[in-house]
T-cell receptor, first 115, second 114 residues
Framework: EAGVAQSPRYKIIEKRQSVAFWCNPISGHATLYWYQQILGQGPKLLIQFQNNGVVDDSQLPKDRFSAERLKGVDSTLKIQPAKLEDSAVYLC?????????????FGPGTRLTVL | AQSVTQPDIHITVSEGASLELRCNYSYGATPYLFWYVQSPGQGLQLLLKYFSGDTLVQGIKGFEAEFKRSQSSFNLRKPSVHWSDAAEYFCAVGPNQAGTALIFGKGTTLSVSS
């Protein structure tokens, strides 16, 4: 079974530029999460989708971050404009359902460096 | 507030020695608890999870964890560490208040010495 796919794996941009990350969840997984992992910290949720609807985006900095999950499959996370503090690993995860006990499967992440 | 504390930032264990990684949580109800491992350049891999039943949970790679409600703890253990266990370990609690996302601790880096 293929895992969660993410691209690109690495990205370096200047501050105030824009960037986009792509995630393809495990086939059949209805729930998709984007987490931000800053160096030395644990992952923190940015946004949760259930199919193509948003369940929780309370911690998404909406003035610069946006995300969509068209057709309830792939998802894109965008940052515009980027700030230095956005340097982090962006992890995508998916789960079969939306129960708290459902295992979340993580992709390898996209490491973003903002200069 | 929901939170997870991993008191040890970095632990070094000799190969073949036993391991215990500590995790304390703050949660308003009975939580679902998870341990994930992250190797360099890799995503998070689930080691084990607890959501009900027997408080001693067995996971992959020879790991186990014990849920202690009275201590709000979910410590991870392994009787004999292998060099390949060197990685970063994250304890997580869920679901969060708004959805089913996980709340992670800051992680513990495990080094294994020969």
């Amino acid at each position: 079974e293929a895992g969660v796919a993410q691209s690109p794996r690495y990205k370096i941009i200047e501050k105030r530029q824009s960037v986009a990350f792509w995630c393809n969840p495990i086939s059949g997984h209805a729930t998709l999460y984007w987490y931000q992992q800053i160096l030395g910290q644990g992952p923190k949720l940015l946004i949760q989708f259930q199919n193509n609807g948003v369940v929780d985006d309370s911690q998404l900095p909406k003035d610069r971050f946006s995300a969509e999950r068209l057709k309830g499959v792939d998802s894109t996370l965008k940052i515009q404009p980027a700030k230095l503090e956005d340097s982090a690993v962006y992890l995508c995860a998916s789960s079969l359902g939306n129960r708290g006990a459902d295992t979340q499967y993580f992709g390898p992440g996209t490491r973003l460096t903002v200069l | 507030a929901q939170s997870v504390t991993q008191p040890d930032i970095h632990i070094t264990v000799s190969e073949g020695a036993s391991l215990e990684l500590r995790c304390n949580y703050s949660y308003g109800a009975t939580p679902y608890l998870f341990w994930y491992v992250q190797s360099p350049g890799q995503g998070l891999q689930l080691l084990l999870k607890y959501f009900s039943g027997d408080t001693l949970v067995q996971g992959i790679k020879g790991f186990e964890a014990e849920f202690k409600r009275s201590q709000s703890s979910f410590n991870l253990r392994k009787p004999s560490v292998h060099w390949s266990d060197a990685a970063e370990y994250f304890c997580a609690v869920g679901p969060n208040q708004a959805g089913t996302a996980l709340i992670f601790g800051k992680g513990t880096t495990l080094s294994v010495s020969s």
